[in-house]
């Protein structure tokens, strides 16, 4: 499956933001869909991930107060609703993907997921 994430842009602090990431080449309903961000010289963190089979999300604590996981089911997308945002959301955020696994775990690792986009800038302003 190809990824391709977009929605990226440059917003005030305080705004909000909707990413979207799409597949190609077949559909999410066997796969976890994760969004990641990595801020310059820093390593990529997770933010929030969706289980398309059970519909469970899981998120980093403290970011889950503001942003949002969804998906829809009818164009294959997932989206990473973004509010409140500050200049530290400021990074190049990337969705990855994965086959759920009857392990019954919620990766967060960059290196739990097999699939991955190219990223999409967003830059909040102060």
């Known amino acids: 499956v190809q990824l391709q994430a977009s929605g990226g842009g440059l917003v005030q602090a305080g705004g909000s933001l909707r990413l979207s990431c799409t597949a190609s080449g077949g559909t999410f309903n066997a796969y976890d869909t994760a969004w990641f961000r990595q801020a310059p010289g820093k390593e990529r963190q997770f933010v929030a991930a969706?289980?398309?089979?059970?519909?469970?999300?899981w998120y980093t604590d403290s970011l889950r107060d503001r942003f949002t996981i969804s998906r829809d089911k009818a164009t294959n997308t997932v989206y990473l609703q973004m509010t409140s945002l500050k200049p530290e959301d400021t990074a190049v955020y990337f969705c990855?993907?994965?086959?759920?696994?009857?392990?019954?775990?919620?990766?967060?690792?960059?290196?739990?997921?097999?699939?991955w986009g190219r990223g999409t800038l967003v830059t909040v302003s102060s």
């Open positions: 969706f289980r398309w089979r059970s519909t469970a999300d």
């Open positions: 990855g993907a994965r086959l759920t696994d009857s392990s019954g775990r919620y990766p967060t690792k960059p290196n739990n997921y097999d699939y």
